[in-house]
Structure formats: structure tokens, C-alpha cells
């Protein structure tokens, strides 16, 4: 191999190379001169990991020319020996070996990020990922994964940087001082089946009337609320939706709360609401507190209801339990300050303490976009006190807190733990179940908002999985795949998820349904655009399109349906699935008719005089000629004549010309049976 060609190799300049290859113990001249085969794997060991220029200044000690030729090549081998280990140190001084300093990398990251990172050039790290298989531009999304083999390859080492949240979270915990902690108010979660009573009873507590403001007296959103008991102390409750579709939102509920109330109605019993919010506050870890409610109706059977939570394993204390059980009426107000009491002393048990001096965090309970206030999220505090004017991150979105309203819609200046408020300054609407926390100062909380909406980028990303050209071909040959694609507003960001989640409860293997938008607010024209170019249908719940986007809806025939009720939105989607499903087909005969003669004619051709034996035939049905229990010939009727007039159809009983389309072989005794093919619609 020459010098130039090996130089270029290297990407250093062929005088270095001379001189590099003259201290190794070879003459060499120009860079056209050839390299001795021993030496080319010396070279390239040494700049196998950085093209490093040697020290030009090594003093070589030549032996005399009296020495025998052992001696020389000893001493060659020797001085080789020496400049390799000279070049390997000045490459770990000076190149971005294994052995310099490990660099904190945040998953994921773009191409152009990681190279500045990694002090690589964008072109080069694009070369090696190539190498690597991987086909990336410098705004390409890098997995853990991928970062570390990149690195692995450049001789780089990384490792991965943790979560800014968990490490503010674990800071906020070490910094907080046990002795610091207060007794705070419990925070208390009405569960139950639907329409057993919760909002009503919650009323009662409050002395208000939200029952009434819901579509049906069905409670559809998550509320939390604030009950002052005089001289007893503060309680709040979050009163969560009854209906099987809202299971994640009672999720959410039982996450966050202290103690959990099971609202079951005396005339009902045990229903499969209430068996899924018992596993709710079970998997919580909560204290369950049961209120046997409408126990003033004459049907009420409070023993019955005893009997079934016992079955739960929630043995009241009347029966020798630990559960505790109270009567109550949210309609006269019986046994509600007995309830109370029971909630402040299962929390006095529970010894609940915060510290209200810290930086607050706590959990969004729901979001939702108001015309007048922007973004607003009703969060509940669990450590610290939330005043206005802080900084707070929650999600992917950030802002300074502007105005703090209670459940009232009044203006506080602070919420302390277990206290919930309505949050007024965020920059977008939090999807419920999001953490939020508050941080030093905007260029942090904006930071980490802009790391999460990478990994929030990276997670649809991988979720969606792009049509090959084989899923292509089986779908065509099959045709059984149906979806049905949905757009889906709403007023709160709960409702959304909630939806989602039932609608593809909803899905069968025939038929899939698929939101492929989500969002909070009225529905505008955007919503409307997308939906026409992906063919969709737009599902608004408890929110109208404005006037454009009516226009925009009229004019690309857009179909957009509204809701207030989960249960009406579930079965018109269900109907529209089965509309797109391919219907079957089925046979329905309608008649049998014997052939008795033949009459022959040069115009028409065999004319058979038939008998109806059994139904009718109709001049349009199909028909099938049946010759000794074998069918040969199926088709339509040329002609049906009664006497010598053309006739729609010819009943039991009566007899009829017949000539058959296409077919000219009839004889005596055949049977020619009428029959229609009538669509069934698929039911999922």
C-alpha cells in the first residue's frame, strides 16, 4: 500500500505519514513510495480510534553497519515497539477515547443534539448511524437504544441522565423535615354504582344542588369540593362519575384520596359499580367507609345490603366487621352527621400529615378550557402550599400560576395540602392524572416541558405502526377490516380519555374503531379539516362547533354528532360500526314450480307449461332448475306468462308459461325453484 492511499485512510496529510512510518524504522520518500505489509497493521492500530499526527521528535539510536542482521531487526522491533506505545498515549491525551470522561445524555434526543453532545459533526454522526443501519436526519428522534450504540461505535462513553421531575421530587422529599409536619384534612372519594345516590348525598353535605345541573342526574365529570364542618374541621371530597365508562376517572379518584366513601343504594344492593370501586380503593390501599343510602324508601332493605358486602369481605361492625357501615337519606338529611364523624375519626386514625412549607405538588383532577380564563386545571395539593404567582410545571405544560378559585368560584391566594383549587396561568390544558410541581423558575420548568414533549413525540411515534405492504395485500384479499375513525372534543380533558377508552371497549376483531384526535374545547374548523381528509366523523360531548366550522361541515359534508349523555354517544357509534361492516347474504326460496309440458317455439325457443306447487315465482327472482336432486342451470326467467299476458308473479296453484334466459334444455318433470337473496346486517 502507498503512503497517499494510506493517509487518506487516516485523513491525515502523507508528510505526516512519512514521518510517522520514518520512526517506525522504514525510509520512506515521497507518497508515492510503498509501506512495508508489517507496518500498515501497526498504523492502523494506532489510529484505529482518532487520526492522531506522532511526535515528530523521537530519537532513534541506529546500530552500525558491522552488526549482524538478528541485532537489526531486534533493535527495528524494539524502536516499532516504542513509537506504538508513544502514539496510543498521545491518542488517550488527546481523542475522545473510552477512557474520557462519561457524558450525560437525556433519552431521546435529536441527531443534531447528541452530536453536540458527543463534539461530533452532524455529517459524521449521520454516517455512522448509516453504518449502523439506521437512516436519520439531524431532527430524527434517538431512543436509549440507538444513543448508546452510536456512542459505542465512536468510542464514546455516555450513560443515560435521570428524570429532572423524579430528581426535583427526590430533592423536594430530602429536603422536607418530618418535624415540619402538620395534620392536614383527609381527602375523601364518593364511589359507587350509577344513580345509587353519591351526588345527591354529597348535596346534602354541601347543601347544594349539583345533581341537577347533570344531563340525566348522571354525574359525567370529576368534582372536588371543599366541606367546612363547623367546630369539627375541613374536609374534601371528590365526587366521581357512577357509569362503568368512567372507570379511569374513578381510577384517578381513588389515587389521590385518604378515605373512600361506597355509596349503595338500601333498594338496590351490590351492583358492578360497586364491585369495581371496591377494587379501586382496595388497590389504593384506602380505608372504606359504606353509606347505605335511600334507606328511608319503603322498598329499602338495608340487611340485604349487609349481606351482600359481606360476601366482599366488608363485614360491617354491627355483624362483628371492621367496616364501617352508617344508614343514611340524602333526601331528609338522616344519619349524614353520624357519616361525618365516622370520615374525621377514620382520618384521626390514619394520623394524616403534610408539610405546608415546601414547594407544592399534587395531581390534576381535571382540565378543561374556559372562554374567559384560558386553561384551567382543578388540582388537589398533597405536600406543600400552592400560592399565586408560583411556577409550576405539570405534563408537558407550564405557567405561572395567575388565579386560584375555590370549588365556589372564588379567589384564594393559596391551597394548602389536601386542599383542592382551580389553577388559572398554564400554557395548554393538562390531561387529568398528570403530576404537577412547582419549580424554581421558568427556564427550568420550560426545559423539562421541552423534554417531555420529546418523549411524548417518541411514544406516538412508536405507538404507530406504519401499513406494509403485506398487511396492505391481506387486508384488500380479506376485506373484513373496517374502521371507523373518530375526532373527539369535549369540555374536560377527562371526558376525552373516558370516551376513548369505552369507544374501544366497543371494537371487534370485524370492525375497529379509532380516535385518531382528542382535545379539549369547542369544535373548530381545524377539527372539521381533519376529519374530511381522513374521512372521520367528529363526536362533540358536552361542546358545539363554532359558526366556521358549521360552514366548513356543511360544505365538505362532515357529520358531527352531539352528546351529553355517555351512554346515547356508545350506541350510535356501535350502529355506525355495524353500518361499515360487509353484510351477509341469505337465501330465501319463494317458490317451487314443476314443469308438466314442453311447448316449442322458433322465436323463443322450449316454452315450459309450469304448475305452482308451493309459494310463487316473481318475473324477477332468481331461479335454479333442479333435475333429478341435480342442479343445472341458475339464472333469471325470460318470460312469466298467464295465459298469453305477461305477469309480476304467479301464485300457489296456478299454472304459467315460463322461458328461462339462457337456457334452452328443459324437459318434463323438472323443478324450477324461485328464490330471492335478501342482506343481513352484521351485528358486532
Given amino acids: 500500500m502507498r503512503v497517499h492511499e494510506l493517509a487518506k485512510e487516516f485523513g491525515i496529510s502523507s508528510k505526516e505519514l512519512i514521518s510517522q512510518i520514518r520512526n517506525l524504522g522504514q525510509e520512506v520518500k515521497t507518497h508515492m513510495s510503498v509501506i512495508n505489509d508489517d507496518l500498515v497493521p501497526l498504523l492502523r492500530k494506532v489510529h484505529g480510534h482518532a487520526a492522531t499526527p506522532a511526535s515528530s521528535n523521537v530519537q532513534e539510536t541506529h546500530a552500525s553497519e558491522e552488526s549482524g542482521q538478528s541485532v537489526r531487526q531486534e533493535h527495528k522491533s524494539t524502536k516499532q515497539a516504542a513509537v506504538v506505545d508513544e502514539l496510543e498515549e498521545d491518542d488517550d491525551l488527546e481523542g475522545p477515547g473510552e477512557n474520557s470522561a462519561v457524558i450525560k445524555i437525556r433519552f431521546p434526543i435529536t441527531v443534531g443534539n447528541l452530536a453536540a453532545k458527543l463534539k461530533q459533526t452532524i455529517p459524521q454522526l449521520i454516517k455512522t448511524l448509516m453504518g449502523m443501519g439506521v437512516f436519520a436526519n439531524v431532527n ?62 354529597l348535596d346534602a353535605i354541601r347543601s347544594t344542588n349539583v345533581a341537577k345541573g347533570e344531563k340525566g342526574q348522571i354525574t359525567q365529570h370529576m368534582g372536588a369540593y371543599g366541606v367546612d364542618i363547623p367546630g369539627k374541621g375541613h374536609v374534601t371530597f371528590l365526587d366521581t362519575p357512577g357509569h362503568e365508562a368512567f372507570t379511569a376517572m374513578r381510577a384517578r379518584g381513588a389515587n389521590v384520596t385518604d378515605v373512600v366513601v361506597l355509596v349503595v343504594a338500601a333498594d338496590d344492593g351490590v351492583m358492578p359499580q360497586t364491585v369495581e370501586a371496591i377494587d379501586h380503593a382496595r388497590e389504593a390501599g384506602c380505608p372504606i367507609v359504606v353509606a347505605v343510602n335511600k334507606s328511608d324508601l319503603p322498598a329499602a332493605d338495608p340487611q340485604k345490603v349487609m349481606m351482600q358486602l359481606q360476601k366482599m369481605d366488608l363485614t360491617p361492625e354491627e355483624w362483628g366487621g371492621k367496616t364501617i357501615c352508617r344508614k343514611v337519606s340524602a333526601k331528609t338529611g338522616k344519619g349524614i352527621d353520624e357519616l361525618l364523624e365516622m370520615l374525621l375519626l377514620e382520618a384521626e386514625v390514619l394520623e394524616l400529615k403534610a408539610n405546608p412549607d415546601c414547594p407544592a405538588r399534587g395531581v390534576v383532577i381535571e382540565g378543561h378550557l374556559s372562554r374567559g380564563s384560558g386553561p384551567v386545571a382543578t388540582v388537589i395539593v398533597q405536600q406543600g402550599t400552592l400560592k399565586v404567582g408560583d411556577m409550576i410545571l405539570c405534563g408537558t405544560f407550564t405557567g405561572k400560576v395567575r388565579a386560584l378559585r375555590n370549588h365556589l368560584g372564588k379567589q384564594i391566594q393559596h391551597a394548602a395540602p389536601a386542599y383542592s383549587a382551580e389553577v388559572m396561568g398554564l400554557n395548554g390544558v393538562p390531561e387529568a392524572g398528570e403530576t404537577f410541581l412547582v419549580v424554581e423558575d421558568e427556564k427550568t420548568a420550560r426545559n423539562i416541558a421541552g423534554q417531555r414533549i420529546l418523549e411524548k413525540r417518541e411514544r406516538e411515534m412508536n405507538a404507530h405502526r406504519h401499513l406494509s405492504l403485506e398487511d396492505l395485500y391481506h387486508r384488500i384479499s380479506d376485506g373484513n377490516l373496517k374502521e371507523l375513525k373518530l375526532i373527539i372534543k369535549a369540555d374536560v380533558q377527562g371526558s376525552v380519555e373516558a370516551l376513548d377508552q369505552a369507544l374501544e371497549r366497543v371494537s371487534s376483531d370485524k370492525c375497529v374503531v379509532r380516535m385518531i384526535h382528542g382535545g379539549v374545547g369547542g369544535i373548530n374548523e381545524s377539527d372539521v379539516m381533519l376529519a374530511a381528509a381522513s374521512d372521520a366523523i367528529i363526536l362533540g360531548f358536552h361542546v358545539k362547533a363554532d359558526s366556521k366550522a358549521q360552514a366548513v361541515a356543511e360544505r365538505e359534508c362532515v357529520d358531527i354528532r352531539y352528546y351529553h349523555i355517555i351512554y346515547e354517544a356508545i350506541d350510535d357509534v356501535k350502529k355506525a360500526m355495524e353500518g361499515l361492516l360487509e353484510p351477509t347474504y341469505k337465501e330465501v326460496g319463494e317458490g317451487r314450480v314443476e314443469v308438466r309440458r314442453i311447448f316449442k317455439s322458433s322465436k323463443v325457443g322450449n316454452i315450459a307449461g309450469c304448475m305452482v306447487l308451493k309459494g310463487k315465482i316473481s318475473r324477477q327472482g332468481s331461479i335454479r332448475l333442479v333435475r333429478d336432486n341435480v342442479v343445472l342451470y341458475e339464472g333469471k326467467l325470460g318470460a312469466l306468462k298467464r295465459f298469453k299476458d305477461d305477469v309480476r308473479e304467479v301464485a300457489e296453484g296456478y299454472e304459467c308459461g315460463i322461458s328461462i334466459d339462457g337456457f334452452n334444455d328443459i324437459q318434463e318433470s323438472d323443478i324450477i325453484e324461485s328464490y330471492r337473496i335478501e342482506k343481513i346486517a352484521q351485528k358486532l
Fill in 140 to 201: 430524527q428522534l434517538l431512543n436509549e437504544e440507538i444513543g448508546f450504540k452510536a456512542a459505542q461505535v465512536l468510542g464514546i462513553a455516555i450513560e443515560k441522565e435521570g428524570d429532572e421531575v423524579e430528581k426535583l421530587i427526590a430533592e423536594h422529599k430530602k429536603s422536607e423535615n418530618t418535624a415540619e409536619f402538620k395534620l392536614r384534612p383527609p381527602v375523601v372519594t364518593m364511589m359507587g354504582h350509577v344513580d345509587h345516590g353519591k351526588t345527591s348525598l
